[in-house]
């Protein structure tokens, strides 16, 4: 299965992304994931991200595209999290598969209203050492502050601050929904309601990829 998560931030793509890894193996490539580990571990990347991150831009395509094809080379099933994010990344990404005599089989767009998605944002806590996601209210971790799985204390992301957020929603709409239209045009695009809870949210997933 090659598989593309869209939609705006907040709105659950990575914790739908690890549902499927769960239960299905397939890996996972998350660019947000990736980019925090470096900025976590300091090294040049992370610091060149961290200025866009913050600020809720988009990071230069040339960094994100190096470290996905990176670890695309290699696999025959993926789930890209949060990339393409823009029309220059899906069309690096559409070459390369290309070359590599492969194509995707879906590209799962979850759609949510901004008001539903800000509360998401809002109550969000991760671990910073496993990754696992929380939510304060509909997900909360059954060790309280502490990750369930590792232990490890949970943190408020850098970028879920109000104005972050305000303008994560704004770079979306203007660089990554175009990608709606371009998905749907190669017949590729399963609109996903991401309304619900995120076991409601999996079956529908489940459901439409036929699994
Ligand atoms: P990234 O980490 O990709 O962030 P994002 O796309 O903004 O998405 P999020 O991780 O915020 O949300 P999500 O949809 O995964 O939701 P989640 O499952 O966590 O990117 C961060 C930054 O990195 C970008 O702003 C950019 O600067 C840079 N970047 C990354 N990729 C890039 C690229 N390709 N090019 C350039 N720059 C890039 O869920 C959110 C919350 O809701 C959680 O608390 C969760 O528990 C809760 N929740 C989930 N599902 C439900 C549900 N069904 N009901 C109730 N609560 C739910």
């Known amino acids: 299965m090659r598989l593309i998560l869209l939609g705006p931030p907040g709105i659950g793509k990575g914790t739908q992304a690890q549902r499927l890894q769960q239960q299905f193996g397939w890996t996972v490539i998350a660019t947000g994931d990736l980019l925090r580990e ?3 571990n300091r090294t040049p990347l992370g610091e060149q991200a961290r200025t866009y991150i913050t600020r809720g831009e988009l990071v230069p395509d040339e960094l994100v595209n190096q470290i996905v094809m990176e670890r695309l080379q290699s696999l025959e099933s993926f789930i ?12 690096v990404l559409e070459a390369f598969l290309q070359q ?24 969000r806590r991760i671990c910073p050492q496993c990754g696992a996601i929380y939510h304060i209210v509909a997900n909360p971790s059954r ?13 408020i992301r850098e970028d879920d601050q109000p104005d972050t957020i305000r303008r994560r929603l704004a770079v979306y709409r203007q660089q990554t929904a175009p990608l709606i239209d371009y998905y749907q045009q190669r017949g590729l695009l399963i609109p996903i309601d991401a309304s619900g ?3 409601t949210v999996y079956q529908r997933v489940v459901h439409a990829l036929s699994l």
């Open 38 to 40: 470096a900025m976590a």
């Open 80 to 91: 890209l999290d949060g990339y393409p994010r823009n029309l220059s990344q899906a069309q």
């Open 100 to 123: 590599h005599g492969q194509s995707l089989d879906a590209v799962l767009a979850f759609e949510l209203d901004d008001e539903a998605i800000v509360a998401r944002l809002s109550g």
């Open 143 to 155: 060790a309280g502050e502490r990750c369930e799985r590792c232990g490890a204390t949970l943190i």
């Open 197 to 199: 809870d995120p076991e």
